[in-house]
């Protein structure tokens, strides 16, 4: 029934399959997020242009991480069908042009989740389908990997905002200024939120380690130029003012004080 939608040349080369512990929401909310190809997959896309978008799916122009050539971009569409619980990816132009991705996601539970992609191909030689379907077969198990990780990191930030009490704490002793300054960059939870002390230019600043875009974590990334990149969808922000450098409108939230009172050195509220 499926392959009778598509062209006469085209041909099933393969699937894959893949369970995960996730929300339908967040597979879908994965599945329309176009712009963390190029930063989240960026061994697979290099760039990235939007040309339309909507909460039937998105198009845009991609170019693969293993070229660098805008010439050789090729045109992306992907329409999400809520209804049969699946999205449909289409290379409308350049290399590929023809091959669509058809992904069946299947609810086992409230986290609990199985997708189902399979590859269809036009021109493909028979004696070439099991070559074909296994490139695409590794390609998908990489993506995933990466998808995964990015929807569990998602949902628990979620979750602990969501646990987050509403009790406010004026001052976080952080221990002797002795001991906490050799240690830094020093992380710590304040008030529901996690921060990170560090010294950047020859002085002490605090910044979150949560991007207020969507909740990725800055934990493994580095400080450069006093900025913090995240590594989910490349925004980046000036970790003193907090202002998103990438031009987005989101900015980091205002951290605490860090403050010495005698030997020790404690976060403050910000005033």
Not at 134 to 141: E, F, N, P, S
Not at 254 to 269: Q, S
């Amino acid at each position: 029934m499926v392959q009778g939608l598509l062209s006469a040349s085209t041909l099933w080369v393969g699937s894959y399959q893949r369970r995960m512990p996730v929300s339908l929401d967040r597979m879908y909310e994965n599945a329309l997020d176009w712009a963390h190809l190029p930063y989240l997959h960026r061994g697979s896309f290099s760039s990235i242009e939007l040309i339309d978008a909507g909460d039937w799916g998105w198009r845009a122009a991609l170019v693969s991480a293993l070229t660098t050539h805008r010439s050789e971009a090729f045109v992306l569409e992907l329409r999400l069908d809520r209804t049969h619980r699946r999205w449909i990816s289409s290379t409308l132009e350049g290399p590929g042009a023809g091959s669509e991705i058809w992904t069946h996601v299947f609810e086992y539970g409230p986290r609990d989740i199985a997708i189902q992609a399979d590859f269809f191909v036009p021109d493909v030689p028979v004696d070439q389908k099991a070559r074909v379907g296994a490139g695409y077969q590794r390609l998908y198990q990489g993506l995933y990997d990466e998808d995964e990780a990015m929807m569990l990191g998602r949902q628990a930030a979620l979750d602990q905002r969501a646990a987050k009490k509403s009790v406010v704490s004026e001052a976080l002793d952080l221990g002797p200024v002795e001991a906490v300054l050799p240690q830094h960059p020093l992380d710590f939870d304040f008030n529901g939120q996690r921060w990170r002390l560090v010294e950047d230019q020859g002085e002490f600043i605090v910044y979150s380690l949560t991007c207020p875009h969507q909740l990725g974590s800055f934990v493994n990334e580095t400080l450069i130029d006093g900025a913090i990149t995240c590594p989910w969808h490349g925004y980046r922000f000036d970790v003193r003012s907090g202002q998103c450098l990438s031009g987005n409108k989101c900015e980091l939230p205002t951290p605490p004080t860090v403050v010495v009172r005698g030997e020790r050195l404690y976060a403050m509220l910000a005033e």
